[in-house]
T-cell receptor, first 115, second 112 residues
Framework: DQQVKQNSPSLSVQEGRISILNCDYT??????FLWYKKYPAEGPTFLIS?????DKNEDGRFTVFLNKSAKHLSLHIVPSQPGDSAVYFC??????????????FGKGTHLIIQP | ETGVTQTPRHLVMGMTNKKSLKCEQH?????MYWYKQSAKKPLELMFV???????ENNSVPSRFSPECPNSSHLFLHLHTLQPEDSALYLC???????????FGSGTRLTVV
C-alpha cells in the first residue's frame, strides 16, 4: 500500500515554461514533506521541503504548495531550465523526520525540459 | 563529492556469494539509512541507524544484515541473495532530528 503517490511517471515541459509536479499522500500522520531530485548515476539530492504548519514554501525558482485537506502537494518550477531535467521524488515523514520511520518516497516523476 | 561515499559502485554476485556494501560519511551526521530502489518502485527503507543504534528493520529478509560500527560508517552484508534482490542500494545520512538526507550515489547490485 503506497502512502506517497506520484501518478505521473513522466512530464515534458518546454524550456522557460512552468513545470508542475504533483504528489498525493494517504497517511494523515505525515507532517513534513520534501522533494528530492535525482540525476542518472547519482543519488537523490534534497531540493525543498515544507512543514505541515505551512501551505507554501519558496526557494528561488522552486515553490512547494501543500493542501492538507486534500492530502496533496505540488512542486512548481518556473522558469524551467534544461538542467532541471531529472527524476523528482516526493517524500514524507512523521515528527519532522526525527522519528524512526525514515522518509517514505513516491515512485518519482521524470521531468524532461525541451529546448 | 556528495559527502556520502558508497563502494563499490557496481557489484555482480552469484546467489551463493557473500559480499558487503560500504557507506561512509564525514558530514557529522548521526543517523544513517539503507534504501533499496527497484525498477518502477518507490525507494524502500531497509534499515535505520540513529546514534549507532538500529531503530528500524522494516521486515527485510535476513539475507541482508546491516552493521554500523560508528557514526561515520555503515555496511550492508549480503549472503545467499536472490535474482529479485538486484537493485540500486542507496545509503543516506542525516542529523537525527532532520528529514533532510544526504544520499550516496548508490551500489548497482546484480545477482546472477
Amino acid at each position: 500500500d503506497q502512502q506517497v503517490k506520484q501518478n505521473s511517471p513522466s512530464l515534458s515541459v518546454q524550456e522557460g515554461r512552468i513545470s508542475i509536479l504533483n504528489c498525493d499522500y494517504t497517511n494523515s500522520m505525515f507532517d513534513y514533506f520534501l522533494w528530492y531530485k535525482k540525476y542518472p548515476a547519482e543519488g537523490p539530492t534534497f531540493l525543498i521541503s515544507i512543514s505541515s504548519i505551512k501551505d507554501k514554501n519558496e526557494d528561488g525558482r522552486f515553490t512547494v504548495f501543500l493542501n492538507k485537506s486534500a492530502k496533496h502537494l505540488s512542486l512548481h518550477i518556473v522558469p524551467s531550465q534544461p538542467g532541471d531535467s531529472a527524476v523528482y521524488f516526493c517524500a514524507a515523514t512523521i515528527s519532522q523526520g526525527g522519528g524512526a520511520d525514515g522518509l517514505t518516497f513516491g515512485k518519482g516523476t521524470h521531468l524532461i525540459i525541451q529546448p | 563529492e556528495t559527502g556520502v561515499t558508497q563502494t563499490p559502485r557496481h557489484l555482480v554476485m552469484g546467489m551463493t556469494n557473500k559480499k558487503s556494501l560500504k557507506c561512509e560519511q564525514h558530514l557529522g551526521h548521526n543517523a544513517m539509512y539503507w534504501y533499496k530502489q527497484s525498477a518502477k518502485k518507490p525507494l524502500e527503507l531497509m534499515f535505520v541507524y540513529s546514534l549507532e543504534e538500529r531503530v528500524e528493520n522494516n521486515s527485510v529478509p535476513s539475507r541482508f544484515s546491516p552493521e554500523c560500527p560508528n557514526s561515520s560508517h555503515l555496511f550492508l552484508h549480503l549472503h545467499t541473495l536472490q535474482p529479485e534482490d538486484s537493485a540500486l542500494y542507496l545509503c543516506a545520512s542525516s542529523h537525527v532530528n532532520s528529514g533532510i538526507y544526504t544520499f550516496g550515489s548508490g551500489t548497482r547490485l546484480t545477482v546472477v
